[in-house]
């Protein structure tokens, strides 16, 4: 029931949240309101939550909607309560090593409300899981953020993915692919590892092979100027201070795109692969998470031996 100020108070998983300004329009091309991005977390839960579980989030704000400033933030919002887990780690690439965050771990769906209702669009998060007692971040994915340059678009993209699912098969590696819900691709595989560095390692020593064998579709070099009519095959995005977008994850776009899992076909397929909140609940419905074998440890293959004959 609202308040005389409008607030709403709603009970979640036995914790009292009060949302506001529920009819802020958030997307102005559109009119989406920040009671629909409500909605669409609220209901998408089920299948992004466990992408979430274990992870350091970082996200991005949106208080005025899209189209005004944005801020992002890794350290726990001022006045969060204490029943949100939070963990204060080292910052990831310090090279003091002293720098520490309190990180959001978002374990259930009353955080992820919150985290709705301060606008917190877009949910980031890293390739790997809180780490256990003081180790190191150790990943248990791989992924390769693929953008294309002007004027390659998505097609691209799609076609470099199933390129990288064919070399990564080649070693035991399953990849899953998702829109980033702006204008490329990522596609992921679950990995072991006991030295952090080795997916950082292999993915790059993928992209440039991929690179040598397709130099008119592929970049794996960051430099603008290579960059024009191909496709990068962002192999950094597996540095442990790196974060990439969510499974599932809303983006500030002009429309409510999401970052959306795909099946295979779709890629081989091609076409524009846009999809908006609506159209990715009604998915989900229909073909349930694309992108569960990202969290399959039946399916997670040590890099190590595949490096070593690759180098």
């Not at 590892?193 to 440039?208: G, H, I, M, R, Y």
């Not at 070099?221 to 974060?243: C, E, F, I, Y």
């Amino acid at each position: 029931m609202a308040d005389s100020s409008g607030k709403v108070t709603v009970e979640v998983d036995g914790h009292h949240l009060q949302l506001s300004n529920l009819d802020k329009v958030l997307y102005p091309a559109t009119g989406f309101t920040k009671g629909e991005v409500l909605d669409y977390y609220t209901r998408i839960a089920p299948v992004l939550l466990p992408h979430l579980a274990d992870r350091a989030l970082t996200v991005k704000r949106y208080p005025n909607g899209v189209d005004e400033k944005f801020f992002f933030e890794k350290n726990a919002a001022r006045g969060t309560p204490d029943w949100v887990r939070t963990v204060n780690l080292p910052v990831p690439g310090s090279t003091k090593n002293r720098e520490t965050i309190d990180y959001v771990v978002v374990t259930g769906l009353a955080t992820l409300v919150r985290l709705a209702n301060l606008a917190a669009l877009e949910l980031h998060v890293p390739q790997w899981r809180i780490p256990v007692r003081a180790r190191k971040p150790r990943p248990d994915l791989i992924v390769f953020d693929l953008d294309p340059g002007p004027p390659a678009t998505i097609g691209e993209c799609c076609e470099v993915a199933l390129l990288l699912r064919d070399l990564l098969a080649e070693d035991g590696l399953t990849l899953f692919a998702k829109t980033s819900g702006s204008k490329g691709m990522q596609v992921s595989a679950p990995v072991s590892v006991a030295d952090p560095e080795l997916t950082s390692q292999f993915a790059k020593n993928l992209a440039q092979r991929l690179e040598r064998q397709h130099p008119d579709l592929v970049v794996s070099r960051m430099t603008k100027s290579l960059r024009p009519g191909k496709v990068l095959v962002d192999w950094s995005q597996n540095n442990p201070a790196k974060t990439t977008v969510a499974p599932y994850s809303l983006r500030a776009r002009e429309t409510p795109t999401v970052s959306t899992p795909l099946e295979w076909s779709e890629v081989a397929s091609g076409g524009m692969l846009r999809f908006t909140a609506g159209e990715v609940l009604q998915r989900v419905a229909e073909r349930g998470d694309l992108f569960a074998g990202t969290l399959d440890d039946r399916l997670r293959v040590d890099v190590t031996r595949a490096l070593a004959t690759r180098e």
